[in-house]
């Protein structure tokens, strides 16, 4: 069975730090794109940030860009999202989300985790 | 990068009526690029739909998705309880993967 965990989240100050993880089980990690999606209090979904099966190739929002870092460590089935210069707006629950495999579905989501909620206030 | 709305915003509806939701596209989505998602309050999303008319493993027949260019639907035939929740819709043809605002599913 395919599993996602977060952890890490919590009540960090404006222009403060931290670092969101993912454990991965269930499946060959290594052969996977993950991807972390956020959702705002009462408010829709975002995409945040893209990391290739290798992390050749990585990309951002541009709401994050320069100050979110995505990182993988395949020998350890995990994700992560460092985040600094955090800001109000980036208060949210951040999901790690599976990329599809196979050119018809690479580009959705198809497992998420439960998501860990991330608040910026002072 | 392309922007999704979907409509309506929210849609009443009873158990056993069909469900009928829209996704529109700024611009066309390449090779039908477009998936569905339902989310159930305080849950994940869990995808229903990719290549705007397959369903996703395990997602019952009643789902079905249909459309290409700028216009996509989501028909929901007979609504189950369980069915009432929001769904989004995604493109991802074009980098930045959107969402679109989502639509609400209530019980009338």
């Known amino acids: 069975e395919v599993q996602l965990v977060e952890s890490g989240g919590g009540l960090v100050k404006p222009g403060g730090s931290l670092r969101l993880s993912c454990a991965a089980s269930?499946?060959?990690?290594?052969?996977?794109?993950m991807n972390w999606v956020r959702q705002a209090p009462g408010k829709g979904l975002e995409w945040v940030s893209s990391?290739?099966?290798?992390?050749?190739?990585?990309y951002y929002a541009d709401s994050v860009k320069g100050r979110f870092t995505i990182s993988r460590d395949n020998a350890k089935n995990s994700l992560y999202l460092q985040m600094n210069s955090l800001r109000a707006e980036d208060t949210a629950v951040y999901y790690c989300?599976?990329?599809?495999?196979?050119?018809?579905?690479?580009?959705?989501?198809?497992?998420w985790g439960q998501g860990t909620l991330v608040t910026v206030s002072s | 990068e392309i922007v999704l709305t979907q409509s309506p915003g929210t849609l009443s509806l009873s158990p056993g009526e069909r469900a009928t939701l829209s996704c529109r596209a700024s611009?066309?989505?390449?090779?039908?690029?477009l998936a569905w998602y339902q989310q159930k309050p305080g849950q994940a999303p869990r995808l229903l739909i990719y290549?705007?008319?397959s369903r996703a493993t395990g997602i019952p027949d009643r789902f079905s998705g249909s459309g290409s260019g700028t216009d996509f639907t989501l028909t929901i035939s007979r609504l189950e309880p369980e069915d009432f929740a929001v769904y989004y819709c995604?493109?991802?043809?074009?980098?930045?993967?959107?969402f679109g605002q989502g639509t609400k599913v209530e019980i009338k």
């Open positions: 990391i290739s099966s290798s992390s050749s190739y990585i």
């Open positions: 290549g705007a008319s």
């Open positions: 269930g499946f060959t990690f290594s052969s996977y794109s």
């Open positions: 611009q066309s989505v390449s090779s039908s690029y």
């Open positions: 989300a599976r990329m599809g495999l196979g050119k018809a579905v690479a580009g959705t989501y198809d497992y």
């Open positions: 995604q493109q991802y043809g074009s980098p930045p993967r959107t």
